[in-house]
């Protein structure tokens, strides 16, 4: 029902900034809330942020609020994660997320997934 597609994934110095994009479609996508988790090499999945497509306001984890942004674009069909002040520790792969229910996209549970972009931060 819902397809998600990723990209904007790279290299960047300490500091520096990156824009995740995700593009997605679907016949209801637009009832789906959407969602950015992370995963590094030998770590836990990491919720990132979550942002429902009725409403602007969106949801961070602790460890990234006041660096990333979470936004749409004016259709409504693509999300964006502007990434300011990177640090190593953001180094992961980046999956964007959809789910009915922002409880499963917060848990790391979501129904609908992208194929990753890797972010890497060198120090």
């Known amino acids: 029902q819902v397809q998600l597609v990723e990209s904007g994934g790279g290299l960047v110095q300490a500091g520096g900034s990156l824009r995740l994009s995700c593009a997605a479609s679907?016949?209801?996508?637009?009832?789906?809330?959407m969602g950015w988790v992370r995963q590094a090499p030998g770590k836990e999945r990491e919720f990132v942020a979550a942002i429902n497509w009725s409403v602007s306001a969106p949801y961070y984890a602790y460890p990234v609020k006041g660096r990333f942004t979470f936004s749409r674009d004016n259709a409504k069909t693509t999300v964006y994660l502007h990434m300011n002040s990177q640090k190593p520790e953001d180094t992961a792969v980046y999956y964007c997320?959809?789910?009915?229910?922002?409880?499963?996209?917060?848990?790391?549970?979501?129904?609908?997934w992208g194929q990753g972009t890797q972010v890497t931060v060198s120090s």
């Open positions: 997320a959809a789910d009915t229910n922002v409880h499963n996209v917060v848990g790391g549970n979501s129904d609908y």
């Open positions: 679907g016949r209801t996508f637009t009832y789906y809330v």
